[in-house]
């Protein structure tokens, strides 16, 4: 046992991986509902700012939870794996309740392949270089206060990088539109 | 040019009346059946002008508190704005098709971005060409499958990059089928070249030029130096927007991906370079003294949504995706130019009433109705009613749906389970009340009702 893994108390399953999560995703839901549904309260000279809050709050929530949860998880006992599923449960879900939205539009098929799509892969994947970050933050912490333990190694730089490759492959790359294509490519080949 | 009401109140040059009396002594010979003003001009010249995601009020014409259109509002002051101008769907594939085609997405096949323009469909540049025209296609094809020799096009230029969408700047072009770079960065620009070009050719025959936009399809890029011009306007943005809306319920599909407002600002500049270039093709007519026989019309090709109902993007069948600019310039032809229309048209109708321009039986297979007695005569009766169609678009979160819309009401009847929506148009311009499970919808609903099934077996109301 390390003096990192000793320092860190390991609390119950509740308290160290369904909390973070179910805090996170109570969050997500709640900022939902206010972004979609503000504008009834009719009040235009508060929608923007109302906008811009839910907004942004959703946004982050989904694609950059995990630095937040996995911290938490982290640092009350919760093992890889399940400081894994703690982060993954808000990004699921979310994708989730998007397949069964559109399950309006399209087949059942269609609608799990809709789960697949470049938006959710980049979700997926920002979650995952999160959870890279937030675990050297966590280790550059734990050696701040005296552990021996390196701050980088291959899994988490490798799930770190996951962010930009993301990024590049999904956003940048032809503006979206080349990745974009690419799966479309992918539907025309099951579907048409 | 004299100010006047009509063909007859204005001034004609001794040559210009020869040509009439000869070409028209030369029609009657040949016992053609031109139409009386066909018979009195020959054979228009015809120049239609198509755009992309240009929503019906973004000109400053139509009273839009931003955007500037000098030659937008130069054509519609010389010709017919319609203001009831609709599209049978609102998605560019199948409006393209129903615009060359004059028909209904139904029938000519392409119901998305995914179905494949079928060859055997007939377009009104084949049968102008077959009359005589000469003919070019330039700009965007954008039909799901692969690039079709079309039929009936002397010049044939399009691009093929990003699916058919084209990009703005530096866009290979494909020309007669043959790469070749853009000679210009901007694609509006090197549009119009390229049209100016098929323009300049001397010829004995008449013309047809086909010039569809890019412009002002998403990414809204305008050329640098109009790149912010609109960046301390008031946009007016409806109530129900907020600056992030296109992440919201699918619609990161859309590709705005930007704060709406940045999105909205380039989208209203790139219409205003779009407008530059429209102006260039307008000089060029009426400088080549061919003005009174050519035709110029100008449309879009679908609306787009800018933040009402919290969309972005088109497709749904309210108001602000279905209605889109629809500019008739034809001296020729035009009774009280400068004037308004509010009869209802279509997309469907372009064809019929080029056909019908250039004296030629219109196919009874095109679902469309001619312009031309609308053109001559402000009072004539419009259609009462028509269908609005949209066909599933993977992964687009639209659900297929139709629609009947009357003068002053809607009807729309979606797939799967949600429910139908009613809307008086006279009251509720912005369709924000349902009337559907109130007094006053249940007793409109089975006359829409009715309509709209007659229409879904062909009728024309």
Known sequence: MTIATAEIIRRSLWQRAIKPALTLLIVVVIAIAFYNHFWRLGLPALQRIAGHLFGLTVFFSVGCGALVVYRAARFRGASPTERICACLVTPVLYTASEVLRVREFFSWGESLYFGLSPGFQLILLANFGCMGLAEMLCRLSLRRKGAVIRVVTPLPLAALLLLPVGVYVIVIWGFGVHWFYVYQQGYKALFY | ?461
Request: with cysteine; glycine share 8%.
């Open chain 2, 1 to 461: 040019m004299a100010e006047g009401n009509g063909f007859f109140a204005e001034k004609m040059t001794r040559r210009h009346a020869l040509g009439l009396i000869g070409g028209s002594m030369v029609a009657c010979a040949a016992g053609l059946r031109f139409p009386r003003f066909a018979r009195a001009l020959g054979r228009p010249n015809i120049i239609f002008i198509l755009s992309d995601d240009h929503r019906w009020d973004a000109m400053s014409n139509m009273g839009h508190p931003v955007v500037q259109t000098p030659s937008l509002d130069r054509l519609a002051s010389q010709g017919v704005r319609f203001n009831n101008a609709f599209v049978t769907t609102s998605l560019c594939s199948p409006s393209r098709a129903s615009f060359l085609t004059g028909q209904y997405a139904r029938t000519h096949g392409v119901q998305n971005n995914l179905t494949p323009w079928r060859d055997g469909n007939v377009t009104f540049l084949e049968l102008l060409k077959k009359a005589g025209y000469d003919t070019a296609f330039i700009g965007k094809w954008h039909m799901p499958g692969r690039l079709p020799v079309l039929r009936g096009v002397d010049r044939f230029i399009t691009f093929t990059v990003q699916e058919g969408q084209g990009q703005y700047f530096d866009c290979p072009l494909i020309v007669d089928g043959r790469e070749e770079p853009s000679r210009r960065p901007y694609i509006t620009e090197e549009l119009t070249d390229r049209a100016l070009e098929f323009l300049n050719r001397k010829r004995p025959n008449p013309f047809c030029l086909y010039l569809s936009h890019k412009a002002v399809h998403h990414r809204f890029l305008p050329p640098p130096e109009l790149n912010h011009i609109y960046d301390q306007a008031d946009l007016h943005l409806p109530p129900e927007a907020d600056s992030w809306i296109s992440w919201a319920k699918g619609q990161v599909w859309t590709g705005v991906l930007g704060p709406l407002e940045r999105e909205y600002r380039n989208y209203l500049a790139t219409v205003t370079a779009l407008d530059r270039q429209i102006g260039r093709i307008i000089e060029w007519v009426d400088k080549s003294g061919q003005a009174e026989n050519t035709v110029i019309v100008y449309a879009g090709d679908n609306g787009f949504f800018w933040g009402e109902h919290r969309f972005v993007d088109k497709r749904w069948a309210y108001e602000e995706a279905i209605r889109v600019p629809f500019i008739v310039r034809y001296p020729g032809l035009v009774n009280g130019p400068g004037r308004p229309a509010e009869q209802m048209i279509l997309n469907v109708d372009l064809a019929p009433t080029l056909l019908e321009m250039a004296g030629l039986a219109v196919p009874s297979a095109m679902e469309g109705t001619s312009l031309v007695p609308l053109l001559r005569d402000r009072d004539a009766a419009g259609r009462r009613a028509w269908m609005y169609e949209y066909f599933k678009d993977f992964p687009y979160n639209t659900p297929e749906h139709q629609a009947v819309r009357t003068r002053h009401h809607k009807l729309i009847q979606f797939q799967g389970g949600r429910p139908e929506e009613l809307y008086d148009l006279a009251r509720d311009p912005r369709e924000m009340r349902n009337l559907m499970g109130t007094a006053e919808g249940a007793q409109l609903r089975p006359e829409l009702a009715a309509m709209l099934d007659e229409l879904r077996r062909g009728a024309r109301l």
